[in-house]
């Protein structure tokens, strides 16, 4: 595609422009002012890239606006480049990296003292390689803590990665479910259940609810997370992973009608934890290959809430314990007084849901207490 118009003159100085090599590319710049005069200024890009350190990327500024500051790889979109086309682009010749577009966070105005007003479009990052290095428009780039990075020049940049930070990277800390004692799965009052269960010591929380429609499962999910973001307590919901994303809990546990663990992690952001129930060794086996973060094994004894599964016993408990490496969760039949044998075994989480339902708070001291002193 060819030029929009014929750039003769500068915008900012009326001087003559001259075509020059800039960015790789022949550029018409003024050599008065030394402003480039871009084909393409409105539609603009920014990459929002972590690490797997979760730290974010950034580059610090050699050009105007904002020389010497600190801000997302990105830039003007050329003519015939889409969008995303954009920020691969800039993110390769401002970085020295590679990657694959993850997903597009949003567009939001920005001002800029040449053109006026631009339009930012961020996109998040996937799988990245290549040697960091600064290249064109940055004179240096590096991962930052996002407690202790610079601060980022442009407003549009800010917004946009709040906007990630907010809805798309979560920072759930996986080492809990390596010994999460009472696995508390809410039934009835499930907001009360999960408060009490908080102020117990409850590790995790899953919201499980098979009555509600989903608007009302939305608003139990949003009010449970609240409660558990004040006391660090993991938060998961069952089944549904729409709820789950849009509450902003930190995963969803999946049963085996349910979608596959592997398409699960096309749609959820970095980080997001996803369990699946499990019913037979065959089972528990193909949910770590899967990538599933723990499994649910169960019905270890029978139980009226899975009255169609048959026991699977203490015997295939101890199969997964020597065949399988991801944190499980013993979970069907269980009660206070049939625990100890598993614990015996290894078993160190336990969800108990009528348990949990009628004595919420002895019953979550009880279990942690017992796996505390093991």
């Not at 350190?53 to 979109?77: A, I, Y």
């Not at 117990?200 to 939305?218: F, N, V």
Request: aromatic share 6%.
């Amino acid at each position: 595609m060819g030029k929009i118009r014929e750039l003769i003159y500068c915008q900012e100085c009326g001087e003559k422009l001259d075509n020059v090599k800039v960015d790789g590319r022949e550029r018409m710049k003024c050599n008065s002012c030394e402003k480039i005069a871009y084909e393409n200024p409105v539609p603009a890009t920014a990459a929002v890239l972590f690490n797997d350190k979760e730290e974010l990327l950034l580059v610090k500024r050699n050009v105007e606006p904002k020389n010497g500051e600190w801000c997302l790889p990105g830039g003007f979109t050329e003519i015939g480049e889409t969008p995303a086309e954009c920020c691969l682009r800039e993110l390769e010749e401002e970085t020295g990296l590679t990657g694959s577009i993850g997903r597009i966070i949003g567009s939001v105005p920005g001002v800029n003292p040449f053109y006026k007003s631009v339009l930012v479009t961020g996109f998040s990052i996937s799988k990245f390689s290549g040697e960091l290095k600064a290249g064109d428009d940055s004179d240096e780039a590096g991962f930052f803590e996002l407690s202790n990075s610079p601060e980022i020049a442009f407003k549009s940049h800010r917004e946009l990665l709040k906007t990630y930070v907010d809805k798309e990277l979560y920072s759930a800390d996986k080492r809990i479910l390596k010994s999460m004692g009472a696995y508390v799965i809410t039934s009835g009052d499930h907001i009360n259940i999960a408060e009490i269960a908080c102020e117990a010591g409850a590790k995790i929380i899953q919201y499980r609810d098979k009555k509600s429609t989903q608007a009302e499962k939305l608003n139990i999910a949003e009010s449970i997370c609240k409660i558990t973001r004040k006391s660090g307590t993991l938060f998961i919901v069952n089944d549904d992973i729409d709820i789950a994303l849009i509450s902003g809990a930190d995963g969803v546990h999946l049963g085996q009608d349910d979608i596959s663990v592997k398409d699960a992690r096309k749609i959820v952001p970095q980080n997001f934890i996803i369990g699946k129930s499990t019913h037979s060794l065959e089972q528990a086996m193909a949910a770590e290959r899967d990538g599933a973060d723990y499994i649910g094994i169960g019905p270890v004894f029978k139980t009226p809430t899975k009255e169609d599964y048959i026991p699977i016993g203490v015997e295939t408990v101890k199969k997964v314990i020597d065949n399988v490496k991801i944190p499980f969760v013993c979970i069907g039949g269980l009660n206070m007084g049939n625990i100890q044998e598993l614990i015996d075994l290894g078993a160190t989480n336990f969800a108990m849901v009528r348990e949990f339902g009628s004595d919420t708070k002895n019953s979550v001291e009880r279990i942690n207490n017992l796996i505390s002193g093991n």
